[in-house]
T-cell receptor, first 111, second 114 residues
Framework: EDQVTQSPEALRLQEGESSSLNCSYTVSGLRGLFWYRQDPGKGPEFLFTLYSAGEEKEKERLKATLTKKESFLHITAPKPEDSATYLCAVQPSGSARQLTFGSGTQLTVLP | GAGVSQSPSNKVTEKGKDVELRCDPISGHTALYWYRQSLGQGLEFLIYFQGNSAPDKSGLPSDRFSAERTGGSVSTLTIQRTQQEDSAVYLC????????????FGSGTRLTVV
């Protein structure tokens, strides 16, 4: 059974204080690993897809990396507007298209 | 429309009543997904529609849950004889190809069963 575990559950940072969020996964075969951002009362918003170990993607202050067992979302010099819940999900290889999500990391960036 | 539209945004119902939740996907998107998000939990897959193919219902938690998609567009998720454990946010997503890159989520329907 596919499993995704995210840590920490919650993270408070001062503005400008860089950190990383962790996503550990087990899947029979990985088609893709996805990062989403979710603001309160909204649906998740797509950030990145990673397909193979060693791959990295960047967007503004965010960089996602992937190994065979985990992914990291690095946040460099965060701003208060980066406050949100960050969700990690995996899509197994094969015909299934649904994602298995972790329970998320709630990030708060204080000014 | 510009995004995925879900209605109602909030629904409070009495235990034992039936509810219908609606999802209006982005025009032209052939894939449509329903997920459920309970407090403190990750999103849980419910059902997937792709074009005219038979839906993947493998995530539906019980036979009280059903969904249909009419004309390849609007979808309705129906929960019969609601229970308190059905309380959650029900999220709909659509995509052009069925690949997760193209997922656009709606804002969800918050269902509370009292």
């Amino acid at each position: 059974e596919d499993q995704v575990t995210q840590s920490p559950e919650a993270l408070r940072l001062q503005e400008g204080e860089s950190s990383s969020l962790n996503c550990s996964y087990t899947v029979s075969g990985l088609r893709g690993l996805f990062w989403y951002r979710q603001d309160p009362g909204k649906g998740p918003e797509f950030l990145f897809t990673l397909y193979s170990a060693g791959e990295e993607k960047e967007k503004e202050r965010l960089k996602a990396t992937l190994t065979k067992k985990e992914s990291f979302l690095h946040i460099t010099a965060p701003k208060p507007e980066d406050s949100a819940t960050y969700l990690c999900a995996v899509q197994p290889s094969g015909s299934a298209r649904q994602l298995t999500f972790g329970s998320g990391t709630q990030l708060t960036v204080l000014p | 429309g510009a995004g995925v539209s879900q209605s109602p945004s909030n629904k409070v119902t009495e235990k034992g009543k039936d509810v219908e939740l609606r999802c209006d996907p982005i025009s032209g998107h052939t894939a449509l997904y329903w997920y459920r998000q309970s407090l403190g939990q990750g999103l849980e897959f419910l059902i997937y529609f792709q074009g005219n193919s038979a839906p993947d219902k493998s995530g539906l938690p019980s036979d009280r849950f059903s969904a249909e998609r009419t004309g390849g567009s609007v979808s309705t998720l129906t929960i019969q004889r609601t229970q308190q454990e059905d309380s959650a946010v029900y999220l709909c997503a659509s995509s052009l190809t069925g690949e997760a890159n193209g997922y656009t989520f709606g804002s969800g329907t918050r269902l509370t069963v009292v």
